[in-house]
């Protein structure tokens, strides 16, 4: 009886052994899928970035204080900006639009460790400067920071290409 009570308590062990084992292999294998979409997402965006024709399309505001969803979108094509930028509180005098306004210092940076992209800008608006800095995560989602007379504003959304 003892015998068989060890037997079993060894074959009961042996099962939970290969269970974790199975377990773990599998969220092994699920990471490592998760990196290949992220991988394969990040060389997209990175030739997105290089066809020098995108557009950022805004799915939400932040201002420092308030998030709100907001469509805002701006095109960059070769070294022109055109589109607009909605800011949280909107009215026709705050909107900042671009009609072709042409791009100055263009600056683009790909970290492959990080598998992030970011670029930044400068633009005018009328008599308005403005800094731009998109960085774009791993998963696709971008972040778009706009500078002007000491006000920042961020949008949040992704990148496409135009």
């Given at each position: 009886?003892?015998?068989?009570?060890?037997?079993?308590?060894?074959?009961?062990?042996?099962?939970?052994?290969?269970?974790?084992?199975?377990?773990?292999?599998?969220?092994?294998?699920?990471?490592?899928?998760?990196?290949?979409?992220?991988?394969?997402?990040?060389?997209?965006?990175?030739?997105?970035?290089?066809?020098?024709?995108?557009?950022?399309?805004?799915?939400?505001?932040?201002?420092?204080?308030?998030?709100?969803?907001?469509?805002?979108?701006?095109?960059?094509?070769?070294?022109?900006?055109?589109?607009?930028?909605?800011?949280?509180?909107?009215?026709?005098?705050?909107?900042?639009?671009?009609e072709k306004d042409r791009i100055k210092n263009y600056k683009v940076q790909t970290n492959d460790e990080n598998q992030s992209v970011e670029l930044s800008f400068d633009a005018t608006s009328g008599e308005l400067s403005f800094?731009?800095?998109?960085?774009?995560?791993?998963?696709?989602?971008?972040?778009?920071?706009?500078?002007?007379?000491?006000?920042?504003?961020?949008?949040?959304?992704?990148?496409?290409?135009?």
């Amino acid at each position: 009886m003892k015998n068989l009570f060890n037997e079993s308590l060894k074959s009961i062990s042996l099962v939970f052994i290969i269970l974790i084992f199975s377990i773990s292999g599998m969220t092994a294998q699920t990471h490592k899928g998760d990196n290949s979409t992220l991988e394969k997402t990040y060389e997209r965006n990175k030739t997105i970035i290089e066809s020098n024709s995108y557009e950022f399309r805004s799915l939400m505001v932040y201002d420092g204080s308030h998030r709100k969803k907001n469509y805002s979108k701006v095109s960059i094509i070769k070294n022109k900006l055109s589109g607009s930028l909605i800011p949280i509180k909107s009215s026709k005098s705050s909107v900042v639009s671009f009609e072709k306004d042409r791009i100055k210092n263009y600056k683009v940076q790909t970290n492959d460790e990080n598998q992030s992209v970011e670029l930044s800008f400068d633009a005018t608006s009328g008599e308005l400067s403005f800094q731009f800095n998109i960085r774009i995560m791993p998963n696709g989602k971008a972040f778009l920071k706009v500078y002007s007379l000491n006000e920042e504003i961020e949008y949040i959304g992704t990148i496409v290409r135009k």
